[in-house]
């Protein structure tokens, strides 16, 4: 990495020492300070005040020297396709976290009730979205983990009742699980706690209503 950063640096001109630096020790500047240290260029303030100054500017592409011709350019914008659109939508950490859930209990319900066919085919189409998305999302495997437990837990509560030991460890660990899923260390991601706590909430409906029939029986 410190060799490929220094070639880098070298090769656009750059300072190359503070650029090992930022690998080897993280190293960190404002952006005063990165213009000072010629680790940028220049700084600007807007989209304007950019393109001025870098009109003229003497560039490398490849073995070619080009000068940029930016005066009057025009700038455009694009808007994402239909195909960027579904993505983001798919990739929003609450929305991920759903199609894992809905494809995991679409599968169990299909396994249970065998022939119901829907169940099964939405489950496996949501699990392998949400699997999609969580491959580009900041996953926590433990807390994942924890989730796959915690629903493991609750089926066998609801296929082997017991006192509630099993579907109360069950809740808990998904729970536990659903707030760890996301490194949320990372500014922008995080599973929405509300999301989270409306599903702790059903299942543990669910568990009182299993116990509260074999209560019964």
């Not at 000072?36 to 003229?56: C, E, P, R, W, Y």
């Amino acid at each position: 990495s410190i060799a490929y950063i220094r070639s880098l640096a070298q090769l656009r001109g750059r300072n190359a020492a503070w650029a090992e630096q930022a690998v080897r020790g993280a190293a960190t500047l404002t952006a005063s300070e990165a213009a000072q240290q010629h680790v940028i260029d220049f700084v600007a303030t807007d989209i304007s005040d950019l393109l001025a100054k870098a009109d003229g500017r003497q560039v490398q592409v490849g073995d070619r020297s080009l000068t940029l011709r930016l005066k009057g350019a025009s700038v455009r914008d694009y808007t994402p396709g239909a195909r960027t659109r579904f993505l983001a939508i798919i990739t929003n950490p609450t929305i991920a976290y759903l199609l894992l859930l809905a494809g995991i209990f679409g599968l169990l319900l299909e396994a249970l009730h065998p022939g119901a066919m829907l169940p099964g085919i939405v489950g496996g189409i949501c699990l392998l979205a949400g699997l999609y998305a969580l491959q580009l999302l900041p996953v926590n495997y433990a807390g994942l983990a924890l989730m796959a437990l915690g629903i493991g837990l609750l089926v066998a509560e609801a296929v082997n009742p017991s006192v509630g030991a099993l579907g109360v460890g069950g809740v808990v660990s998904f729970v536990v699980g659903s707030v760890m899923l996301m490194n949320t260390g990372v500014p922008g991601y995080g599973v929405n706690l509300g999301v989270i706590a409306g599903i702790a909430l059903c299942a543990a409906i669910l568990l009182g209503v299993i116990v509260w029939l074999v209560w019964r029986s």
